[in-house]
């Protein structure tokens, strides 16, 4: 068990629909990052948040926001979801640096399937 | 239509055996790369780290190789067991001081009893 939690575990849902999933970091860490692995993709960074504030931006599509709260969890917003949407989704977190070359623990993940 | 994916490198072995994975990383400004196992229905977990500064970094049944003059990983795992099977990612954590990490496609390592 990584102390990394997410929820929900599996999500299913249609075209068009905006979904929310959350994540708790382990205690203590300030970074939170979002991945998304699809079959196609493979693992792919979308945003990191440290102590509430946008680090890094990766390939994250503009339908897709995040935030991080003011506890350290954050919640990573999909909208007018698509097909190819698919996907884990996994959050990670980090010590209490900037991010910058610290190990990432990663949940488990949330399956989600738009039908 | 038919579906695209990724088609990852396998890697069969008996167990006891030691096994090799290998990765390339194309940014040269890299100076952090991390090993992790995922297993199926899991997230990703941490097995081995290495910086830029050192070329070699044992863990328990683990060893991790950097060459950076061919920009090139390797995870050696002694002694593999069945619980060893899973997909292996290196991912690179860049040259910034943030956090992002890109990751290979992955290895898919079976260990038959």
């Known amino acids: 068990d990584s102390g990394v939690t997410q929820t929900p575990k599996h999500l299913i849902t249609a075209t068009g629909q905006r979904v929310t999933l959350r994540c708790s970091p382990r205690?203590?860490?300030?970074?939170v990052y979002w991945y998304q692995q699809s079959l196609d993709q493979g693992l792919q960074f979308l945003i990191q948040y440290y102590n509430g504030e946008e680090r890094a931006k990766g390939n994250i599509l503009e339908r897709f926001s995040a935030q991080q709260f003011p506890d350290l969890h954050s919640e990573l917003n999909l909208s007018s979801l698509e097909l190819g949407d698919s996907a884990l989704y996994f959050c990670?977190?980090?010590?209490?640096?900037?991010?910058?070359?610290?190990?990432?623990?990663f949940g488990p993940g949330t399956r989600l399937l738009v039908l | 239509g038919e579906s695209v994916g990724l088609h990852l490198p396998t890697l069969s072995v008996q167990e006891g055996d030691n096994s090799i994975i290998n990765c390339a990383y194309s940014?040269?400004?890299?100076?952090?790369f991390i090993w992790y196992k995922q297993e199926s229905g899991k997230g990703p977990q941490f097995i081995i780290d290495?910086?830029?500064?050192?070329d070699k970094r044992q863990g328990q049944r683990v060893t991790v190789l950097l060459n950076k003059t061919v920009k090139h990983l390797s995870l050696q795992i002694a002694a593999t067991q069945p619980g060893d099977s899973a997909v292996y990612f290196c991912a690179d954590g860049g040259g910034t001081s943030y956090g992002k990490l890109t990751f290979g496609q992955g290895t898919i390592l079976t260990v038959h009893p």
């Open positions: 205690s203590g860490d300030l970074s």
């Open positions: 290495i910086r830029s500064n050192m």
């Open positions: 940014n040269s400004a890299s100076d952090y």
């Open positions: 990670a977190s980090s010590g209490r640096g900037e991010g910058g070359q610290e190990t990432q623990y």
